[in-house]
């Protein structure tokens, strides 16, 4: 029964993962950006949602669509003001300025919001089957989760900017003969990378403490996952996801907690010499 509980946690973790790695995935795979500023746009998230929940007792779930909203004009007006002016040199460029804009914006949040921990606390109890135990917390941001990443792939896959954003990822040049505006849909794409983000965060304040010393912890969950589920991919995202956080919930049980980030960087290391393209990903672009 404790191996049944240990997956559980896993499996509720993963898909918390996978919700922090898709936008990050979306904006390396169409832009080819690694964005720094990744982790600090999830901690302003969880910071919206604890301030509108603290100070004017807005539920996090009614938040999370506000705090998305916010999220992705922000993430819009940095792609299309600042990143689309280097967006097409190379890539330890945009990292730089990726990197430049994450200390501004982690500073501001250190400087004005501190760097204490906070949690959104709902109190919604436990649910028990047999000698399995989880909170109830857990389980509705497993559910918002996976509900937001499946919404992220019917946008990709039925909407016209989610054509668009594929037809810029497989060819930019092509896209733009074809009257594609390319430099609004990497803003596009942007925001909604940072959407992801901002919703992620709204997710996390409601399960765990957050605070701006995770900034890097995020950040480095995302890359992994990236390489172990596939770049660009939003099922590879999810399966990343779910894979590191079972790993890192039965490594934590075998090994103790204190190994188990780094059971998850050895994972991603094998898996790059064994299968570059991640458990999901496609050489090339699908």
């Known amino acids: 029964m404790d191996l049944v509980q240990i997956f559980l946690n896993g499996l509720v973790l993963g898909t918390l993962y996978a919700c922090i790695a898709v936008g990050f995935s979306l904006v390396w795979g169409v832009l080819n950006i690694i964005n720094m500023l990744h982790g600090s ?33 922000l993430g819009f007006v940095l792609q299309y003001l600042f990143i689309n002016k280097v967006v097409t040199e ?8 990726t990197f430049g804009l994450d200390m501004i914006l982690y500073n501001i949040m250190t400087v004005y919001f501190t760097a204490t921990p906070r949690r959104v606390t709902l109190d919604l109890g436990t649910v028990s089957l047999l000698e399995i135990v989880m909170p109830v917390d ?5 559910v918002l989760a996976l ?7 019917i946008v990709m896959r039925g909407s016209r900017i989610g054509r668009a954003i594929v037809a810029v990822r497989m060819d930019n040049q092509a896209a733009a003969l074809m009257g594609i505006r390319v430099n609004q849909i990497y803003a596009i794409t942007f925001g909604i990378g940072a959407l992801m983000a901002g919703a992620a965060g709204t997710i996390f304040a409601m399960v765990f403490p957050v605070t701006t010393n995770l900034t890097g912890a995020f950040l480095g969950k995302a890359f992994v996952i990236c390489v172990i589920g596939g770049l660009g991919s939003v099922p590879g ?38 299968k570059p393209t991640g458990l999901v990903g496609k050489r090339g672009y699908e």
């Open 237 to 274: 995202a999810l399966v990343g996801g779910i894979a590191l956080g079972i790993i890192e919930s039965f490594s934590g049980f075998l090994l103790g907690p204190q190994h188990a980030i780094t059971v998850g960087f050895v994972l991603m290391l094998l898996l790059l010499l064994v």
């Open 138 to 142: 857990r389980l509705l941001g497993m």
């Open 147 to 153: 509900v937001l990443t499946a919404m992220l792939y």
């Open 41 to 73: 746009l999830i901690i302003l998230g969880g910071y919206l949602t604890f301030f509108a929940w603290h100070y004017l007792g807005i539920n996090p779930i009614l938040s999370l669509p506000f705090v998305a909203v916010i999220l992705f004009s």
């Open 90 to 97: 190379p890539v330890l460029t945009t990292l730089t300025l």
